[in-house]
């Protein structure tokens, strides 16, 4: 009677320390988020929406991001040469499943975006020339990309407080040569997100 007396409460001590185990791993993994520190601050320095989404105020801007590099048909590119404009970088792979699901937005918002003081600029992290080329001409990408998988230095560039962490990741640079935005994941979940930011950093916001 007594052993069938202590099953029971043995069995709701280890639901108890299961729970408080999946909580502390929980907690753990969003211990390295930095949107969730962000969130979990009460700070109000910067705008945060939607799933991945950081959006810097002019006052909370860093120094501008220099980087420059090869693209996949040969030519360089230098962040210098948009000042003046906002400029949109996506970090991205072939082999990224969301990289593509996301191309066909991305080129189609860099079209709506061209005559507006908008540019576009992609970084390979991983593959070749070929590779990238072939990964344009599937997909229609209109703008080129930097190669910067032998030396990282585009992605070095980025390695401050607003990295990118996941790939795909797009950030949204405003005409003095400040990261205005960061959109860790697939563009193709929100896209009017990002046009929403790009409208933001085009007026100075």
């Given at each position: ?6 099953r029971?409460g043995?069995r ?26 962000q969130?979990?601050?009460?700070e ?27 693209t ?8 210098v040469?948009?000042?003046g ?18 191309a ?20 390979n ?20 990309s930097?190669l910067?998988v032998?030396?990282?230095v ?17 950030f949204?640079?405003?005409?003095q ?5 960061r ?23």
């Amino acid at each position: 009677m007594r052993l069938a007396a202590t099953r029971p409460g043995r069995r709701r001590v280890l639901a108890v320390v299961t729970a408080a185990l999946a909580v502390g791993a929980l907690l753990a993994g969003c211990s390295n988020d930095e949107l969730a520190k962000q969130y979990t601050s009460g700070e109000d320095k910067n705008y945060i929406a939607g799933s991945g989404v950081t959006e810097l105020k002019p006052a909370d801007r860093g120094k501008p991001i220099d980087f420059s590099g090869t693209t996949e048909d040969g030519s360089t590119f230098s962040s210098v040469s948009a000042r003046g404009d906002v400029l949109v970088v996506n970090f991205w792979y072939a082999g990224c499943p969301p990289c593509r699901a996301e191309a066909s937005d991305l080129t189609q918002i860099a079209g709506q975006y061209a005559s507006k003081g908008v540019r576009f600029i992609g970084v390979n992290t991983r593959d070749d020339a070929a590779t990238a080329k072939s990964f344009d001409s599937t997909f229609k990408v209109s703008y080129p990309s930097i190669l910067d998988v032998d030396g990282g230095v585009v992605q070095l560039a980025f390695s401050g407080s607003m990295r990118p962490n996941a790939t795909p990741t797009t950030f949204v640079i405003d005409k003095q040569g400040r990261i205005a935005a960061r959109i860790a994941g697939d563009v193709a979940a929100q896209p009017s997100t990002l046009t929403t930011l790009i409208d933001s950093a085009l007026e100075g916001k």
